[in-house]
């Protein structure tokens, strides 16, 4: 049965840190959410938080697994369609980070699978549910940017998925892409990139929900963006 609903966001990686944040603003206001993570109890976990608010279907699965982001299709199927979807899911590789030279390459391509196949793939699998004007937001990093030591492997993966972004921008004028750096937020990926360091200073990440969700009312022109920093944009 396909269920008719008005706005419908697709969050990866929504079961802890940004993608939560994300999926809990948006249910507030109203919007329909389709979630997943690997780890199926937190996911379930913020299913039943938010059921209340909202219409959420969760879908629990690795992005970088072809058959998980069928089950995706699938459900954005059902959903009728979707408006946004979020490319929030990352992944760190070894904590610490290890210099290039000594980085396992097997865990470097599945660092890559996960941070630059895995969302193009997302949006190619998805492309037929998506809604006219939908919005791509992909969720990359400062380390995409700046060239700091010991961030090649995760860092350049966001480098990649930053200039995927922007290509992808100018192929479909039809979609509002964004790519957007949240900024350090105290998440379990920050702590993992500073193993044994105290990371208390740093700010939520409610903090970074704003901006993107202003993104998305707001459709500012395709383009890269800082998420505490809008409505500047940044390239
Ligand atoms: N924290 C920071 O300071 C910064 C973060 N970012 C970016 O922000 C985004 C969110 O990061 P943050 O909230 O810190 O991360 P967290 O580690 O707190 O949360 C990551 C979420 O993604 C899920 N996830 C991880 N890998 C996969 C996968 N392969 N498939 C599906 N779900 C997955 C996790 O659940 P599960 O483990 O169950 O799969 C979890 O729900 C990322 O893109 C990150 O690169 C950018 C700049 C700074
Ligand atoms: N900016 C980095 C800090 O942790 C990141 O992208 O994770």
Known sequence: MTETLSHTALITGASRGLGRALARELA?????????AR??????????????????????????????????????????????????????????????????????????RTNVIAPLALIQTLEPQLKSNACIINITSDAGQEVYAGWGGYGSSKAALEHLSAILAVERSDLSVYWVDPGDMRTDMHQAAFPGED??????????VPGILQLIAQRYPSGRYLARALPARNQ
């Open 39 to 112: 780890h199926p109890a937190p996911l379930e976990a913020v299913r039943a938080e938010l059921q209340t608010l909202t219409h959420v279907q969760t879908r629990s699965g690795d992005v970088g697994d072809a058959f998980h982001r069928q089950e995706l299709l699938e459900a954005a199927q059902t959903l009728g369609g979707i408006d946004v979807l979020i490319n929030n899911a990352s992944m760190l590789g070894p904590s610490p980070q290890p210099d290039l030279l000594s980085f396992p390459l097997d865990i470097l391509e599945q660092v890559y």
């Open 199 to 208: 990371i208390s200073d740093r700010l939520l990440p409610e903090e970074s």
């Open 28 to 36: 507030r206001q109203g919007w329909n959410l389709l979630l997943d």
